[in-house]
């Protein structure tokens, strides 16, 4: 089992900056990719980014590209989103999520799921 705790979500003007965390126990987290997601009222949960277990290779939804960085540090096992350039379009509840593929984080087939952290921008 991996628990996922996310921090860092609040309340942010358009323009603004976060960074968000995922703390990771359990079972090994550098064997894990991890990702980031999330959910808009109304809306589906969507991909956001995800990392590979070596923190080498990340991928990013188009919407966020250029403006959030997503990295890791095993040595703490943590996973980071860091945020810029925020919009409002990017209110959600942002989750964080870990399975042994990165393909399967990318495509939302994760094993393990955070309970979510709010983010909100005003405009």
């Known amino acids: 089992q991996v628990q996922l705790v996310e921090s860092g979500g609040g309340l942010v003007q358009a323009g603004g900056s976060l960074r968000l965390s995922c703390a990771a126990s359990?079972?090994?987290?550098?064997?894990?990719?991890m990702g980031w997601f999330r959910q808009a009222p109304g809306n589906e949960r969507e991909f956001v980014a995800a990392?590979?277990?070596?923190?080498?290779?990340?991928n990013y939804a188009d919407s966020v590209k250029g403006r959030f960085t997503i990295s890791r540090d095993n040595a703490k096992n943590t996973v980071y989103l860091q945020m810029s350039s925020l919009k409002p379009e990017d209110t959600a509840v942002y989750y964080c999520?870990?399975?042994?593929?990165?393909?399967?984080?990318?495509?939302?087939?994760?094993?393990?799921w955070g309970q979510g952290t709010q983010v909100t921008v005003s405009s």
């Open positions: 359990g079972r090994t987290f550098s064997s894990y990719a």
């Open positions: 999520a870990a399975d042994e593929s990165r393909a399967r984080v990318v495509a939302g087939i994760n094993a393990y």
């Open positions: 990392i590979s277990w070596s923190g080498v290779s990340t």
